[in-house]
């Protein structure tokens, strides 16, 4: 089956414009998650999506950034007044049941590259 | 707190060699997975295993092995016979608590780029 996909692929913006990064997730994966690459920072987690339960937010660095999760599927990733710090990659992942363990593997989408000017 | 160390940021073999990669985890978590993806120059991370903390048997799958120790708090990733198409960035990856209360999100090591040579 067709696997977690992203788009853009790429996004290059000016300094100050709000953007917006689309998920889709694997069909019937009930977890989604956002994670941001970046030279310095490695791999950070930013959100995670759960079936109907209230997201985790705990990863997202600043006010500027939000995300919602439509329909228990696709997701969108929003960066507002975005900055230079923000050029990263921005990936997705997905995984059928985080709770259970034979299947708690999360797959990852290509990945937004955002370059922020 | 969580964290992954690959203490190793590059390592260059020539073919056919064997190469250990090493992950050493701190987690206060007595549940808890540990996970190694590969991430080629294509950019898309590639899941390869899952080990949960109760489970210390090694694991082979053809070329590759991984050895989890609890003892040492490691999940070191050994490729043997090393091939071209094996050259990569390396994650390993941490998921500690029990999944409800946490979700299963990925606290990752700083990865280990691996060259192998013709």
């Known amino acids: 089956g067709a696997g977690v996909s992203q788009s853009p692929s790429n996004k290059v913006t000016e300094k100050g414009k709000d953007v917006e990064l689309r998920c889709d997730p694997i069909s019937g994966h009930t977890a989604l998650y956002w994670y941001r690459q970046s030279l310095g920072q490695g791999l950070e987690f930013l959100i995670y999506?759960?079936?109907?339960?209230?997201?985790?937010k705990s990863g997202l660095p600043s006010d500027r950034f939000s995300a919602e999760r439509t329909g228990g599927s696709v997701s969108t990733l929003t960066i507002q007044r975005t900055q230079q710090e923000d050029s990263a990659v921005y990936l997705c992942?997905?995984?059928?049941?985080?709770?259970?363990?034979?299947?708690?593997?999360?797959?990852f989408g290509p990945g937004t590259r955002l370059t922020v000017l | 707190a969580q964290k992954v160390t690959q203490a190793q940021t590059e390592i260059s073999v020539v073919e056919k060699e064997d190469v250990t990669l090493d992950c050493v985890y701190e987690t206060r978590d007595t549940t808890y997975y540990l996970f190694w993806y590969k991430q080629p120059p294509s950019g898309e991370l590639v899941f390869l295993i899952r080990r949960n903390s109760f489970d210390e048997q090694n694991e082979i799958s053809g070329r590759y092995s991984w050895n989890f120790q609890k003892s040492t708090s490691s999940f070191n990733f050994t490729i043997t016979a090393s091939q071209v198409v094996d050259s990569a960035v390396y994650f390993c990856?941490?998921?500690?608590?029990?999944?409800?209360?946490?979700?299963?999100?990925?606290?990752f090591g700083q990865g280990t780029e691996l060259s192998v040579k013709p």
């Open positions: 999506f759960q079936g109907n339960s209230a997201p985790d």
């Open positions: 990856a941490l998921s500690g608590g029990f999944f409800y209360n946490q979700g299963g999100k990925l606290i």
């Open positions: 992942a997905s995984s059928f049941h985080p709770g259970l363990a034979v299947y708690n593997e999360q797959f």
